[in-house]
């Protein structure tokens, strides 16, 4: 059963802007703050940004000023918007709950590529 579905991820150039977009399950989503975190090969998940049931951003220093996390409680969908992106910004992006991600949740991510 799919609960967080990802979508949005591509291959862009450097200085360039991707939405990431998160759809997930109301059982998830009603409530619970959110994050997207980020995975590169070999490393382990790192957090990228989070926000409060209420609307409430907090971000990690490498995404502070580039980055905004959004949601739509009433669709129950969580957005990633990403500006001037950069080649370390290459990942698979996920979604999950925060501050302790469900193993349960994970989803498949979406890839971001930044390459000239």
């Known amino acids: 059963q799919v609960q967080l579905f990802e979508s949005g991820g591509g291959s862009v150039q450097p200085g360039k802007s991707l939405s990431l977009t998160c759809q997930a399950s109301?059982?998830?989503?009603?409530?619970?703050?959110m994050a997207w975190y980020r995975q590169t090969a070999g490393k382990q998940r790192v957090l990228v940004a989070s926000i409060s049931s209420g609307g409430v951003p907090t971000y990690a220093d490498f995404a502070k000023g580039r980055f905004t996390i959004s949601r739509d409680n009433a669709k129950n969908i969580l957005t990633l918007q990403m500006n001037d992106l950069k080649s370390k910004d290459t990942a698979i992006y996920y979604c999950?709950?925060?501050?302790?991600?469900?193993?349960?949740?994970w989803g498949q991510g979406t890839q971001v590529t930044v390459s000239s």
């Open positions: 109301v059982m998830i989503f009603m409530a619970n703050p």
């Open positions: 999950n709950v925060f501050p302790e991600p469900s193993y349960d949740y």
